[in-house]
């Protein structure tokens, strides 16, 4: 009788790779590192776990569709704990350490007076300096231990990131080094470990899940201490202390306009506080960047940028989709060269001297066209519907940088929506797998 369990040595894996794995391995790739790098800050004291894990979910949207702005956040969030350690140092605070800088200015610390009906709401790391340095405030004796005890550590999930990160990349560098076929898909997910190596650098010492502040008392009421920075008349928009700390710099005021523009077209793609005083810091805001953090950034977008040139000359399933590839990667570069020296122009001209170049006022009682050319413009320039006078833009400044946004979103749209229709209809060498990584356990 014929032996029907017939044995075999060592058999090899089957040669190839097919288009349903090389799809899950970007995914998986970009996933990991979008939400591992993100760091949300504290949410308000009655936000439920849903909202907490909303506000990671935005900062993760974030990275994939801007993946330059929240590059920029997180580089000016690090600036300003930088900052900070200076300013408690400068005061004669030695023990405040960049914990206690992250932990600050991501709403760790609210303050309130027990005596007056105002809510408690939260002071960032510069308003805290000023209040303590000032006496309003007592200093808060808390222990980079204790900090770490609130954060939910996130290491290892991290250290699953960068693993699967630094995998997926010397896999495609071997590709290259052996003539395969990269697809624009993984072109795409190297721009994102890039960028997430990056944010993670700068979020290193920001507390992960921060679920409880601590509440500080004043010793003086809110609306004395106002009185005594001379602003008792003087209107907030989001904190009674804005005064001590609010420095809208241009890349702040821009984002916020547009951030407004998407909750007017129902696209809330970020939360926003909803009470005055704000209830917490939002995750998304940027303070100004510092000389040490421009460094890092100006490299960090060249390099980001000019990655999807590496596709220029890549098999396409048209012509036409090369062609419009090529244009929508080359305008990623324009925009991150020439939006960055537009917008660094304006920073030093305009928004620096404060000039916004208003048209001249027209009386009510002229109904021609200037007048409502004058209404809309003035719309126009703040959309904010407290009409936050700091966060004011320039018509000048406005319709260029603007123009240039659409540019950037309409190729950085079609880059991604051609990372997956790509997929379609590639070369056999896509499907080929380098000699070694077949050999290698990976994920």
Sequence with gaps: MENTFASSGWVQEPDGRGTWSILCTCTLTTILCCWSSVAPNLPAKGDGEFRRWRYKFDLACLSVLGSEFILMVALGQWSSARRSVKDFHDVGYKDWSIQHAWFADMGGFLVNHPGEELVSFPVDAKQLCALVKDGYVVYPALEEEEIEDKSKSGGLAKLFAIAQACWFTLNC???????????????????????????????????????????????????????????????????????????????????????????????????????????????????????????????????FSSVFLISWNSEFPTQAEQTLWRISSASIVAFTIGGGLTALYFHRTIFKAGSTQRIPAISNQERGPRHWIYCFASSLRNIDPEKDPALEIPLRALMPISLACILYLLGRGFILTEDLIGLRDMPKSAFQTISWSKYVPHW
Excluded at 179 to 198: A, C, H, K, P
Aim: glycine content about 2%; some cysteine; aromatic content about 18%.
């Design 173 to 303: 560098l071997f590709r290259f080094a052996q003539g395969l076929f990269v697809t624009t898909l993984e072109v795409t997910t190297l721009s994102f470990i890039l960028v997430f190596l990056v944010t993670s650098f700068c979020w290193y010492h920001k507390p992960m899940d921060v679920n409880r502040p601590i509440t500080l008392e004043l010793t003086v009421p809110v609306d004395m201490i106002r009185k005594n920075y001379d602003q008792a008349d003087s209107p907030w928009y989001e904190t009674p202390f804005d005064f001590l700390s609010r420095d809208e710099w241009f890349v702040a005021r821009f984002w916020k306009y547009y951030i407004q523009i998407l909750h007017y077209m129902h696209l809330p793609l970020f939360t926003r506080p909803e009470r005055r005083p704000y209830d917490r810091i939002p995750s998304h805001y940027g303070p100004n960047v510092d000389t040490r953090a421009e460094i890092i950034c100006t490299p960090t977008l060249l390099l």
